[in-house]
């Protein structure tokens, strides 16, 4: 499986960006797919995840309302949306894929994950 993150830049508070990963290689029948985010010095964290198949979405408390997960099947892509950006969402933000039970709240451990995108720095100017 691999992972191909992009769509990370520079912008102001209240700005918005959308960020995609593009799965290829992947033989799973169906998975969950998240977003993680690791700001300088601190832990990586949750921020969304979708199942594939059925498209149930989970948030972070701290993006609720302002991100959104979806994916795109025909391109084999998640995109999560993030808008009325805050100074406190500048970290990395990483992708992962796995086959993951589609109960209880794995998904919302890194430890979950065994495939992982490179990464992409979201930076919010305040």
């Known amino acids: 499986v691999q992972l191909q993150a992009s769509g990370g830049g520079l912008v102001q508070a209240g700005d918005s960006l959308r960020l995609s990963c593009a799965v290829s290689?992947?033989?799973?029948?169906?998975?969950?797919m998240a977003w993680f985010r690791q700001a300088p010095g601190k832990e990586r964290v949750f921020v969304a995840a979708?199942?594939?198949?059925?498209?149930?979405?989970f948030y972070a408390d701290s993006v609720k309302g302002r991100f959104t997960i979806s994916r795109d099947p025909a391109k084999n892509t998640v995109h999560l949306q993030m808008n009325s950006l805050k100074p406190e969402d500048t970290a990395v933000y990483y992708c992962?894929?796995?086959?993951?039970?589609?109960?209880?709240?794995?998904?919302?451990?890194?430890?979950?994950?065994?495939?992982w995108g490179q990464g992409t720095q979201v930076t919010v100017s305040s």
């Open positions: 290689k992947s033989t799973f029948s169906d998975y969950q």
């Open positions: 992962a894929l796995d086959s993951l039970p589609d109960y209880g709240s794995t998904y919302y451990y890194p430890g979950s994950y065994r495939f």
């Open positions: 979708i199942r594939w198949s059925t498209e149930n979405r």
